[in-house]
């Protein structure tokens, strides 16, 4: 992503940033800056028509540039696609004010953000998505006999980039049908890695697999190499790591990522930090549950007692349509921030934020147990509803005076 202008009030936090995707992963960062209302000004195509002198009417599409008022934001993880829904928010030559268009955001095309306030999760997503380079992608092929998926994990997706399916009959004596179709099936990650792999960019590339299939495939691909002279491959042999999954299907990523192995090669990469956090996290919950709390209300008690070390949230609950919502989110990570804790925002389409999101989207561990906490929630919780049910009372005895008047 490229930032190319900014204009930001230091007063209120309101102004315009315009940016500029270059690769599919800084769609998916517009798509976590983007809200209903926000005004989004870029070009676009869309259907003009004309009518003659006689009456008859002519169509063609025109490229022009238009401002829409944001209702609806849709992002496709599988085509990489951006849309935004809205209205047309500046007068138009073709386009009539209040006018409904649906624009999708192009890569290498300038646009332009404008908010009534740029809050600082926002602006952090902004440099983020400029800085790239401070992250290295990996690369994870996961398989089993006749399946596999490739991988690219960056620092806020997971893309699949490949799917391999091949049948493979059983072995039978005096037939190679079953050696051809494996040969056949491992040509086809062969060239699958070598079609998407950057091996400038990644750090590290993961062969995981139940069983010998990984090994298998790990000496088909070094003898193939130096049969083909691929020398890519033999240069970066080193990032090469096999580990185990129990299956070549995409959700197996998540066990990889459990391997403490796996995790000491890529120790240095956001998903690696993420990851073992969240592990820190869940182990917490088991060893010493006062230090480690999930949803808002706990977490906010615990933030008041500026105990927490690190804040756990996913990227879904900042785009929260709630106003409200979100500013309570935003507060809580700058004033965990100020208290000297860590913040880690988890994407939900890796798994480590889908993990989180099963436990309300937000968690905590916390510098020192506090044993009271759910005692003071639970007392809370309690009084609120000896307070509705006090209040119910009250309403239901004048209720009661004036069906006995009735007779009743």
Request: aromatic share 6%.
């Amino acid at each position: 992503m490229k930032l190319t202008k900014k204009d930001i009030s230091a007063k209120d936090g309101s102004g315009t940033i315009s940016l500029r995707a270059d690769t599919p992963e800084d769609l998916w960062h517009c798509y976590n800056l983007l809200q209903q209302g926000d005004l989004v000004r870029c070009t676009t195509v869309r259907k003009i028509m004309k009518e003659s002198n006689t009456g008859s009417t002519s169509s063609n599409k025109m490229r022009m540039m238009l401002t829409i008022e944001v209702k609806k934001v849709d992002f496709d993880p599988d085509s990489m696609q951006l849309r935004l829904s809205g209205t047309n928010a500046e007068e138009s030559e073709y386009v009539r004010m209040g006018a409904h268009h649906t624009l999708t955001l192009e890569l290498g095309r300038v646009f332009t953000i404008e908010k009534l306030c740029w809050d600082q999760v926002f602006l952090d997503r902004v440099e983020e998505a400029c800085h790239p380079e401070r992250e290295a992608d990996i690369a994870a092929m996961v398989m089993q006999p006749g399946l596999a998926h490739l991988c690219v994990v960056t620092g806020s997706l997971t893309i699949t980039k490949a799917k391999i399916e091949q049948t493979i009959p059983k072995k039978r004596s005096g037939s190679t049908n079953h050696q051809k179709a494996v040969n056949k099936f491992f040509d086809a990650m062969y060239r699958a890695i070598l079609q998407h792999v950057d091996f400038v960019k990644v750090k590290c590339i993961l062969l995981a697999s139940a069983g010998y299939v990984k090994d298998d495939f790990y000496k088909y691909m070094l003898v193939e190499s130096a049969r083909r002279e691929d020398a890519v491959i033999g240069k970066n042999k080193s990032k090469f790591v096999l580990c185990k999954a129990s299956s070549g299907h995409k959700h197996a990523l998540e066990e990889v990522f459990s391997d403490p192995v796996v995790m000491t090669r890529i120790t240095e990469t956001k998903v690696a930090k993420e990851v073992d956090v969240l592990n820190k996290f869940m182990r917490m919950i088991d060893i010493c549950p006062e230090k480690a709390f999930y949803g808002f209300k706990h977490v906010a008690k615990a933030n008041e007692e500026l105990a927490i070390d690190s804040l756990l949230v996913t990227d879904e609950l900042f785009r929260s349509s709630d106003i409200k919502t979100r500013k309570a989110y935003v507060s809580l990570v700058e004033s965990v921030r100020k208290n000297g804790g860590q913040v880690f925002v988890l994407s939900s389409l890796h798994e480590s934020g889908k993990q989180l999101q099963q436990v309300s989207g937000i968690a905590a561990i916390l510098r020192y147990p506090l044993p009271d906490l759910d005692e003071e929630s639970e007392e809370e919780d309690g009084s609120e509803e000896e307070v509705e049910k006090t209040e119910a009372e009250l309403h239901a005895e004048p209720l009661a005076d004036d069906l006995a008047g009735m007779g009743f």
